[in-house]
């Protein structure tokens, strides 16, 4: 079975970076054609997506985060890393990691991992 684990520290100070990890079991994050997305959620708000990194290395960040983002991957770890740089307060949210297709193609199932809260405080 897929599972996505979300790892990192829950406590970042505003202007530092926040740092996660997931970690991908029962698949490989080579496997064509899955994109492995970071998607948070502020509380009492919506999903914002972060980006991704793409089943071939390549990364996508949305418009208005791509200057902090980065995403990364370790394939010897099977694992891909998000860093988002100089972090607000109001950046505070649960984060989660993601495998879904590039498109919607038949057997090709969106997994979620749990989601891990980060607060950014001083």
């Known amino acids: 079975q897929v599972q996505l684990q979300e790892s990192g520290p829950g406590l970042v100070k505003p202007s530092q970076t926040v740092s996660l990890t997931c970690t991908v079991s029962?698949?490989?994050?080579?496997?064509?054609?899955?994109?492995w997305s970071w998607i948070r959620q502020p509380p009492g708000k919506g999903l914002e997506w972060i980006g991704y990194?793409?089943?071939?290395?390549?990364?996508s960040y949305s418009p208005s985060l791509k200057s902090r983002a980065s995403i990364s991957r370790d394939t010897s770890k099977n694992q891909f890393t998000l860093h988002l740089s100089s972090v607000t307060p109001e950046e505070t949210a649960v984060y989660y990691c993601?495998?879904?297709?590039?498109?919607?193609?038949?057997?090709?199932?969106?997994?979620w991992g749990q989601g891990t809260l980060v607060t950014v405080s001083s």
């Open positions: 990194i793409s089943y071939n290395g390549s990364p």
């Open positions: 029962g698949d490989s994050i080579t496997t064509v054609y899955y994109y």
């Open positions: 993601v495998r879904e297709p590039d498109v919607p193609r038949t057997w090709y199932v969106e997994v």
